[in-house]
Each structure stands twice: as C-alpha cells, then as structure tokens.
C-alpha cells in the first residue's frame, strides 16, 4: 500500500493545452487551458459533446501523452518533470484505468488479467488479492474465465478488480458503461462509487451518461476544447459555476 499524504488535491491541472500541427501552420487547439482540481477521495464526472475534449483532457492527466503547454500534478508530482519511465511507474504504483472496452488480455484467464498490475509493479504472492478482488465484484466463480467466456458487465466487473488491486489512490474511468445494457451499468455505477468510498480513491469518469455523471461530487462540462461549467469540486460546496 502506498504511503498516504491527503494534503493538496489528488490530481491538479493548470493551464493544460494540446494542440496538434496542421498543413496550413496554424495548428489544431483540441484542449485549451484547463485548470482543475480533484480532492483526494472525491469523484469527478467530465461531460461533453464529442470532440469536446474530454478524452484528450483523460489522457494528458494519466501521462499517457504530452500537453503542448501546462502542467499535470498527480499527488505532489509533476508528471512534466518526468520521463516516460517514470511516468509508467507512477501510474503502476497510483493509478488505475477502466475503459470503455475493457482492455482485457484475450489469452488470460480473469484472475491473471487481475494479476497484471501488480507484476507490473514487481509483487509477488498477488494471486490471493486478486482472487478476493474479483470475490468482492461478484465474480468469485469466474476466476478461470477467459474474456470471451464472460458477457460484457462481466469483462467490466473483471477491469474494475483489475484496476483496484494496486490500492490506487486515483481512478480514471473513461465510458466505464458506454458498451452495457441497463442492468450491466447499474451494477459498475454501483461497484464504482462503491469502492471509491471503500477504498478512499478518487474517481475521474468520462462520460456521456448524464445521470452516471450527477453522481459526482463534481461535474466538469466541457465544449469546444473548454471548461464551460463546473458544478460542486473540493473548494465549492455544490455550487454551480457556469462560464461564458
């Protein structure tokens, strides 16, 4: 388990920009100066319309690409500061990832699939975590299942475990129900915000689901690259702030 200091937000962003080159020389601004802030602990929906940004926003705040301009800060440390190494191990030891297509390996079995962090990281004698991890998300009799041997909330319920076996101290789910029926998304919005509070991490979702999204703490709304409202954060009891 990682050594825990609550002090300052999880996860900080300022000025955060990413702008991809174009034939004509003016460039293609797809994120434009983003600030946020997300407590330790708490949950953070980012809503929009396509091509608003909110993937783009998902990607530079786990490092997995470089902004044009700006900075990231994920517990205290600065992911511009880092190199490519450094950022891949910050993410194996802080952070963890579910997606909208689950990302399983094809050719393991679930509980292997729920082992790959923690061999990322070097432990050994993860097996049994990874069992009771995949017990707690009610999959206790599919440890052998491979992924195609699973249906989709299965596969999901799989990544979740997957994601929560390092004891990470921030979540980033990107259209964790986009690819479920009703059912299916109930049950991950429910073991989500569940082992959020269990686990005291915090969650960034990405979503089109407006209703998965008003139950977060606070929501992001994103439009052409920008914040345009943000509603509730660390520093606003439940007050919505709408820009122009």
């Known amino acids: 388990m990682n050594n825990k200091d609550d002090s300052g937000p999880i996860l900080q962003t300022a000025g955060l920009t990413k702008t991809y080159p174009t034939a004509d020389g003016v460039g293609l601004t797809v994120l434009d100066s983003i600030d946020l802030e997300v407590a330790h602990g708490s949950t953070c929906a980012i809503v929009g319309p396509s091509g608003s940004g909110k993937t783009t926003l998902l990607g530079l705040c786990a490092g997995l690409d470089h902004p044009s301009a700006g900075t990231v800060t994920i517990d205290r440390e600065s992911l511009n500061a880092m190199d490519e190494d450094a950022r891949a191990a910050l993410r194996n030891q802080k ?4 997606f909208q297509n689950f ?9 292997e699939n729920v082992l790959v962090p923690q061999e990322l990281c070097g432990k ?3 097996r049994k975590q990874a069992e009771e991890w995949l017990e707690r998300v009610g999959l206790g009799g599919r440890l052998q299942h491979y992924p195609i041997q699973l249906s989709g909330g299965e596969q999901q319920r799989v990544a979740l475990a997957r994601a929560f076996v390092n004891q990470p101290r921030l979540l980033f789910a990107d259209e964790p129900t986009g690819n479920l029926d009703d059912e299916s998304s109930a049950m991950i919005e429910e ?22 999204a008003k139950k977060a703490q606070q929501v992001v709304r994103m439009k052409g690259g920008k914040i345009v409202e943000r509603t509730g954060g ?6 919505t702030y709408t820009i122009s």
């Open 95 to 98: 952070v963890g990832f579910v």
């Open 103 to 111: 990302q399983l390996i094809p050719t393991l079995t679930a509980v």
């Open 124 to 126: 050994s004698g993860g």
């Open 191 to 212: 073991l989500l915000f569940g082992l959020n509070t269990e686990a005291s991490t915090a969650l960034v979702i990405v979503t089109h689901d407006l209703e998965l």
């Open 234 to 239: 660390s520093n606003a009891a439940q007050k």
